[in-house]
């Protein structure tokens, strides 16, 4: 059974159609990159499987079954906005995060804090935009879930830090979890991948096993989807 599946899936919001025909599988144990220029449909796929919408019509499945409160146990969401009360410190986000969640980690936290340069007692409205972003990437990554989900989780830092980060993604999810990251920047995140999913006005124009589309083409993902996207 797949981990995650659409089935022809529209999303319309009033008469505009923002999703058409969406199909694609997620099989347990892979790193998805979900490509696309911004505004194209990547955030609604990812508010579908995470339950923050309803399709319009087809079906989305989480282990077999609709999202809902099952799933949301068995997935670790990072969105593209910050979601924390900035009026909190980090030691408290982490008992938050120990209260809400059974499978946080709090030692694994504590020493990606560490890693990242960050202070448990920092308040997090004197935090930069790339701190916040940090922060929320090592709650993600904490959580002992079978699904990460990363929305843009490489935007507001550095391309050194982009690097730790994603070595800190691949050394830190379970065996048989998978991730998914949506992102415009193809080239920081092509070595982790194993399958691509490039989404197109909403539409999904191409879903392949990474090193196989390498392969057929003798291309990087990065210059197939400058092609594909006429960058």
């Given at each position: 059974?797949s981990?995650?599946?659409?089935k022809?899936?529209?999303?319309?919001?009033?008469?505009?159609?923002?999703?058409?025909?969406?199909?694609?599988?997620?099989?347990?144990?892979?790193?998805?990159?979900?490509?696309?220029?911004?505004?194209?449909?990547?955030?609604?796929?990812?508010?579908?499987?995470?339950?923050?919408?309803?399709?319009?019509?087809?079906?989305?499945?989480?282990?077999?079954?609709?999202?809902?409160?099952?799933?949301?146990?068995?997935?670790?969401?990072?969105?593209?906005?910050?979601?924390?009360?900035?009026?909190?410190t980090?030691?408290?986000?982490?008992?938050?995060?120990?209260?809400?969640?059974?499978?946080?980690?709090?030692?694994?936290?504590?020493?990606?804090?560490?890693?990242?340069?960050?202070?448990i007692?920092?308040?997090?409205?004197?935090?930069?935009?790339?701190?916040?972003?940090?922060?929320?990437?090592?709650?993600?990554?904490?959580?002992?879930?079978?699904?990460?989900?990363?929305?843009?989780?490489?935007?507001?830092?550095?391309?050194?830090?982009?690097?730790y980060?994603?070595?800190?993604?691949l050394?830190?999810?379970?065996?048989?979890?998978?991730v998914?990251?949506?992102?415009?920047?193809?080239?920081?995140?092509?070595?982790?991948?194993?399958?691509?999913?490039?989404?197109?006005?909403?539409?999904?124009?191409?879903?392949?096993?990474a090193?196989?589309?390498?392969?057929?083409?003798?291309?990087?993902?990065?210059?197939?989807?400058?092609?594909?996207?006429?960058?």
């Open positions: 059974m981990l995650v599946e659409f022809n899936v529209y999303k319309s919001f009033d008469e505009k159609t923002v999703l058409k025909d969406v199909s694609f599988t997620i099989e347990k144990g892979k790193i998805v990159g979900l490509l696309g220029k911004n505004g194209m449909g990547k955030t609604t796929i990812i508010k579908l499987m995470n339950d923050l919408l309803t399709p319009t019509s087809g079906k989305v499945l989480v282990n077999g079954k609709k999202p809902g409160v099952e799933s949301k146990r068995s997935i670790s969401y990072l969105p593209e906005r910050t979601y924390l009360d900035k009026s909190m980090v030691n408290q986000v982490f008992k938050y995060f120990m209260d809400f969640y059974d499978d946080f980690n709090l030692e694994k936290a504590k020493k990606l804090l560490i890693d990242l340069n960050l202070e007692d920092a308040r997090l409205n004197k935090m930069s935009k790339g701190m916040l972003e940090k922060l929320q990437l090592i709650l993600v990554m904490s959580r002992d879930a079978e699904l990460y989900v990363l929305d843009e989780p490489l935007g507001g830092v550095d391309p050194a830090t982009r690097d980060i994603l070595d800190t993604i050394s830190n999810f379970n065996e048989g979890a998978s998914i990251i949506s992102t415009h920047l193809i080239s920081d995140i092509e070595r982790i991948l194993d399958h691509v999913i490039f989404v197109d006005k909403g539409e999904i124009i191409l879903s392949s096993d090193d196989e589309l390498r392969g057929e083409t003798n291309e990087s993902i990065d210059e197939i989807f400058r092609r594909m996207f006429k960058c």
